[in-house]
């Protein structure tokens, strides 16, 4: 059960578009984004018992634990070879989390300072540009930007579902969501696909509460296909490191949107309460069962390896 928490993140990962597509989208980021921090963490542990399963077989290792060693080779069935793949695999994800934790704050600090330098005191902030966006900048507070190309592109509805669609961001603080998703990812890159998936949930989150404002689930669609079509035409020039590290929630970039379009074109998904009403409503009930098991048995198991290596570990000192 040891190797559990290191192959469930697969499994999770199959499963994860699905559950994106038929679980309510804010249920589906929240489930999808604890998953794979709870996966990831389970993951990172189970990486760190085996390489202290290697560590302690090193005789001054040993001695400094006041271990003794041929009883700790006798109860522990992990093969050495795979210790020290763990344990080069948990110094790869050290050095690659610490790094992506560093460049993740960085942007963070950008992203608040480019929301500092924005002009106005408005939550909405209308540039001169030309060229078709729309885009949130997490700071305090979150500010959005439009602009005027994409002002003319849409009409006076569409504008008022794209603003209810960046305020819906803004509300949830939804780069929260995909930023941890993202290190999730980098600690275990079985969870990109998880990661993938919880930026689509965010984007159809907002389109959903857009929608909802409007009370027209084809005027939200219309507007997310004719934004999208105006940033393609005419691609904005901006910061690239924000972009390139998701702080900047950009409707061109978030998520397919043929696929989010016909989300809205379809009719809108039952409420939690209501799936766990509705008889009929047994797949995303399913999907979401499916992870949660997978969660707990990947906690489960590394709970479990924890708690027989402490008890190895007593044994080994009470013989040396």
Sequence with gaps: MIYLPLIAPAFVALVARAAADRLPPATATWLLTAAALILACSSSAVLGLLTFAALVRLPFVAEAGDLS?????????????????????LALVAVTAGRAVLR??????????????????????????????????????CRIVITLGMLRALSAREREV??????????????LFTSAARLAAVANPLLRPVADQVAYTVERWADERAAAQAGDR??????????????????????????????????????PVPRRVAAMLAPALPSPLSLLRDPGSRQPLLLAAAILLLVTLSGAATLDAATALHHLVELAQGEH
């Design 69 to 89: 060693v041929p009883v700790f080779a006798v109860g522990d069935t992990v093969p050495l070879p795979v210790a020290i793949a763990a344990a080069a695999a």
């Design 104 to 141: 993740r704050g960085a942007a963070f600090a950008a992203a608040y300072r480019h929301a500092r330098s924005l002009p106005g005191a408005g939550q909405v902030v209308v540039t001169e540009d030309a060229a078709a966006d729309a885009y949130t900048v997490p700071g305090w507070p």
């Design 162 to 175: 794209l603003l209810a669609h960046e305020r819906a961001h803004v509300a949830a603080s939804h780069f």
């Design 218 to 255: 084809r005027l939200a669609a219309r507007a997310i296909a004719h934004a999208a079509l105006a940033t393609r035409a005419a691609p904005p020039d901006r910061t690239r490191t924000m972009t390139a590290l998701g702080m900047v929630t950009v409707l061109r970039d978030a998520g």
